[in-house]
């Protein structure tokens, strides 16, 4: 089965600094997506970053950019030029690929807090 | 992308009741996903509801406690039945968007407590 583990659960930036979160998983196949997302106290999940296996290029979006190491099996997240706003917590989370990514299931890890110092 | 809304945002219940939640979507969605999640913890998924078919559960859920209706590709309710203090938490539906239809959109969550 596949597991997803992120070893930080809160995390501390200077607004206007870079930070990073880690994600490591644990799979056998080879084909799947990984994606980051944000929930503010709001408690809305929103979709930050998603990366495809396949894809040998780092996804960006804007300030986050993703370090997606396949044969390491980890995936972490720069914030950079960071913002009050930023401030949420954040979930690592896997779906695998296989049958078409049929099930279209997504697994989380347990999430990293991210706090935003002015 | 999607407008994914829920009724009701929050609720308090009592012991033994139930309390049905609604997850509305503007756009038809094949793929309809209830997560839990727990105090303080990550999401889990509860079930995928596809229209016109029964929901398929994960280990750990079943349907006499969440069932679940898909009448129609845009709406979809989970109802948490019989519920004790162990059932607050928050419940999120998500929808498969996308061109590669790959990505899940969360609404907004329905905050849950049991007393």
């Known amino acids: 089965a596949q597991t997803v583990t992120q070893s930080q659960p809160e995390m501390s930036v200077q607004e206007a600094e870079t930070v990073t979160l880690s994600c490591t998983y644990d799979t056998s196949e080879s084909d799947y997506y990984l994606f980051w997302y944000k929930q503010p106290p709001s408690r809305q999940m929103i979709l930050v970053i998603r990366q495809e296996a396949y894809k040998q290029q780092n996804a960006t979006e804007n300030r986050f950019s993703v370090n997606f190491q396949k044969a390491a099996k980890s995936f972490s997240l720069k914030i950079s030029d960071s913002q009050l706003g930023d401030a949420a917590m954040y979930f690592c989370a896997y779906r695998s690929d296989a049958y078409g990514g049929a099930t279209n299931k997504l697994i989380f890890g347990t999430g990293t807090l991210l706090a935003v110092q002015p | 992308s999607a407008v994914i809304s829920q009724k009701p945002s929050r609720d308090i219940c009592q012991r033994g009741t139930s309390l049905t939640i609604q997850c509305q979507v503007d756009s038809q969605v094949t793929m309809m996903f209830w997560y839990r999640q727990q105090p303080g913890q990550s999401l889990t998924l509860i079930a995928t509801a596809n229209q016109g078919s029964e929901a398929t559960y994960e280990s750990g859920f079943v349907i006499d406690k969440f069932p679940i209706s898909r009448p129609n590709l845009t709406f979809s309710t989970l109802t948490v039945s019989n519920m004790s203090p162990e059932d607050s938490s928050i419940y999120l539906c998500?929808?498969?968007?996308?061109?590669?239809?790959?990505?899940?959109?969360f609404g907004p969550g329905t905050r849950l407590t049991v007393l």
């Open positions: 998500s929808v498969v968007l996308g061109q590669g239809r790959d990505t899940q959109y």
